[in-house]
């Protein structure tokens, strides 16, 4: 992808003008910012699995058995 992205560079480069070179960044900056957001998406991904794999290992507890186990005290 980044060797792609160089050649396409390169291949543009000797059609550049001050109007193709302020697209370039806008969509180049478009590009950033959308795998910025990707990132985010998959560090909350990541983070909500985290969260699951904890709560499945907990012990299941009933809430009938605690009611029982509260009246008796």
């Keep these: ?3 792609f992205v160089i ?3 390169l291949a543009h480069l ?3 003008n001050d109007k193709t ?3 370039r960044i806008k969509t180049l900056e478009a590009q950033r910012a959308q795998a910025v957001s990707n990132v985010h998406a998959i ?5 909500d699995c985290k969260f699951w794999l904890e709560e499945i ?3 299941q507890i009933n ?3 605690m009611k029982i186990n509260k009246d008796k005290k």
């Design 14 to 16: 000797h059609n550049m």
């Design 7 to 9: 050649l396409n560079y």
């Design 63 to 65: 809430d009938n058995v």
């Design 1 to 3: 992808m980044v060797l």
């Design 21 to 23: 070179i302020k697209e």
């Design 57 to 59: 290992s907990k012990p």
């Design 43 to 47: 560090e909350g991904a990541i983070q």
